[in-house]
């Protein structure tokens, strides 16, 4: 498979909890998207790499929200003190030009 | 502020009839737009997209048609499948400035019956 991969796929966790998502983009993509998709709403962004860099943030990232790539290959996305309303899917999606169209099956994150 | 919104939220249809899906946007700087399918837990998945340039593009049972006087975007799906049944999304976006961020909308729900 060599699409957008995500791991993991579902996560449950109590509230006030730290959880980490990756994602691992079609090889050689330069550019990753991540996305945050609330029920019945369409994604929202959060924020881009262009290879290692960070380039933009939305302000639905707060303090509490952490991207990186260190290697301009995988991201990760961390959440840290979860709190109820972080329940949602987060997406990511890669490309080597723009727009970024084709994306990853999400993790679906469960903040009890 | 600028958004991209769905006339319908619900659409119902039988096996083999077309199906229209609308969508309307309001920022007039975008120049590219997107359809996304998305079954119940699933990545929104690519359908067809088209640039500010073109006034229709046409994909395997699918045409999607922008008109950019009044701002709308449809998408066409013939001879519409039970497979076919999702959430559809709209996706504009803008090279310039954006990076390349996509602004979706909030979704129509496509049920085909048999």
């Known amino acids: 498979d060599t699409g957008v991969s995500q791991n993991p796929r579902h996560k449950i966790t109590k509230r006030g909890q730290n959880v980490t998502f990756r994602c691992d983009p079609i090889s050689e993509h330069n550019r990753l998207y991540w996305y945050r998709q609330t029920l019945g709403q369409g994604p929202e962004f959060l924020t881009y790499f262009q290879n290692e860099a960070q380039l933009e943030k939305s302000r639905l990232l707060s ?9 301009g290959s995988f991201s990760t996305l961390e959440i840290q003190r979860t709190e109820q309303g972080d329940s949602a899917m987060y997406l990511c999606a890669s490309s080597s030009s723009w727009p970024a169209k084709f994306f990853g099956p999400g993790t679906r994150l469960t903040v009890l | 502020g600028e958004s991209v919104g769905l006339h319908l939220p619900t659409l119902s249809v039988q096996e083999g ?17 997107i359809w996304y399918k998305q079954e119940s837990g699933k990545g929104p998945q690519f359908i067809i997209d088209i640039r500010s340039n073109m006034d229709k593009r046409q994909g395997q049972r699918v045409t999607v048609l922008l008109n950019k006087t009044v701002k709308h975007l449809s998408l066409q799906i013939a001879a519409t499948q039970p497979g076919d049944s999702a959430v559809y999304f709209c996706a504009e976006g803008s090279g310039g400035t954006s990076y390349g961020k996509l602004t979706f909308g909030q979704g129509t729900i496509l049920t085909v019956h048999p």
Do not use: H, L, Q, V
């Open chain 2, 17 to 33: 009839d077309n199906s229209i899906i609308n969508c309307a946007y309001s920022n007039s700087a975008s120049d590219y737009f």
């Open chain 1, 63 to 71: 303090d509490r929200f952490s991207a990186e790539r260190p290697k």
